[in-house]
């Protein structure tokens, strides 16, 4: 267990609205990152961050935004909802000096 | 064009009877590495293979790399329920990201 939770587990929401979903950790890592996971796609990354303030994209970034202001909180940020982006999040991070990546329980979004 | 295909992306079989897995690319890597994960939770990581030709043992689980570290395996013996789950293979692109596989989704029978 690496201490991490992500909030809020489960959300349904309608297209065009903003969504925000969030990543805690209690272990002071540096390395943050949001993927997510869609039939068939495996999972695929969205944002990471390899510090407070210094983040970068993944793969499928379009339509997503993050936030990095203090080490324990990575933010992601969906501005406007499509149901493209209906799927599974997850937040992981990956310890100093390790390429082990330890994910959190994940976040279901689904988009009307 | 996914830069890791796992075969096959469906595999649903008996308890008792062993099984395998693939991960491909047209890529050279440095380390491989084999995630497991069952249904809502995140993935875990079961090993990692740095060695073209290396082979690794977990309990009932072998994974090999390829010797020209493009490709790897993992076979199960005598498979239980519990393996049951999504098994991924990653590698680390660049100093700081990961990709991973598209996965091969495990159904053991009891």
């Known amino acids: 267990d690496a201490g991490i939770t992500q909030s809020p587990r489960h959300k349904v929401t309608e297209t065009g609205t903003p969504v925000t979903l969030r990543c805690h950790q209690t272990?002071?890592?540096?390395?943050m990152y949001w993927y997510r996971q869609d039939p068939g796609h495996g999972l695929r990354l969205i944002h990471y961050?390899?510090?407070?303030?210094?983040?970068d994209k993944g793969e499928v970034s379009d339509g997503y935004s993050v936030s990095r202001s203090k080490t324990e909180d990575f933010l992601l940020t969906l501005e406007s909802a499509t149901s493209s982006q209906t799927s599974v999040y997850f937040c992981?991070?990956?310890?100093?000096?390790?390429?082990?990546?330890?994910f959190g329980p994940g976040t279901r979004l689904t988009v009307l | 064009t996914q830069l890791l295909e796992q075969s096959p992306q469906f595999l649903s079989i008996q308890e008792g009877e062993n099984l395998t897995v693939y991960c491909n690319s047209s890529?050279?890597?440095?380390?491989l590495q084999w995630y497991r994960q069952e249904p809502g939770e995140g993935p875990v990581l079961l090993v990692t293979?740095?060695?073209?030709?290396e082979v690794k043992k977990l309990k009932r689980l072998t994974f090999q790399f390829g010797d020209a570290r493009k490709d790897s395996s993992l076979h199960i013996t005598a498979a239980q329920p519990g393996d049951t789950g999504l098994y991924l293979c990653?590698?680390?692109?660049?100093?700081?990201?990961?990709?991973f596989g598209t996965g091969t989704r495990l159904k053991v029978l009891a």
């Open positions: 961050s390899y510090g407070v303030k210094d983040t």
């Open positions: 293979v740095v060695t073209g030709g």
């Open positions: 890529s050279v890597f440095s380390s």
């Open positions: 990653a590698v680390k692109s660049g100093t700081y990201k990961y990709i």
């Open positions: 272990e002071n890592h540096r390395y």
């Open positions: 992981a991070i990956t310890p100093a000096g390790t390429d082990t990546q330890y």
